[in-house]
């Protein structure tokens, strides 16, 4: 009876240490991927941010190179503080309908009353974690750039 017991408990223990060393290693691929994005963003590389994102090649191509280029533009100002990389919060999240993983970032203007920039970067399960299933721009963009 107390090996079955033992047996029982190392087997739930062995499951949930699976567990937690399956969200570590799903967390480092999207630190990685939000990591590269960024580099991707700063050094305004078409090639690899496309890349790294899901369905680059489809006819959204053109909008996804419009948001490198705005990024680009305005990266010192999102970069204030070196806050891109050390603000890595992933979070779960069910906005539009499936559980996906988001990496959220939100922006203040220095000195101004322009609503905040928001970037959500989305990542989906079934297609990996390895690629950004969707990247997510709200808040007034033309303001923001002034």
């Known amino acids: 009876m107390k090996t079955i017991k033992l047996i029982f408990l190392l087997s739930i223990l062995f499951s949930s240490n699976c567990c937690v060393n399956q969200k570590q290693k799903e967390d480092e691929q999207i630190k990685n991927v939000i990591s590269n994005f960024w580099k991707a963003v700063k050094e305004n590389d078409e090639k690899v941010y496309l890349s790294l994102i899901e369905d680059s090649e489809s006819e959204y191509r ?8 705005y ?4 990266y010192n100002k999102l970069n204030y503080q ?3 990389l050390n603000k890595i919060e992933i979070k779960e999240t069910n906005e ?3 559980l996906q993983k988001v990496v959220k970032y939100e922006f203040i ?3 101004s009353t322009v609503e905040p920039l928001s970037v959500k970067l989305f ?4 297609i990996g974690y390895k690629k950004i299933f969707n990247v997510q721009i ?5 303001e923001w750039e002034k």
């Open 62 to 69: 053109l909008a996804m190179l419009n948001q490198l280029h």
């Open 71 to 74: 990024l680009n533009r305005n």
């Open 96 to 98: 539009s309908g499936t």
């Open 109 to 111: 203007k220095q000195n």
């Open 82 to 84: 070196n806050a891109l």
């Open 123 to 126: 990542f989906y399960k079934p």
């Open 138 to 142: 709200l808040g007034n963009l033309p």
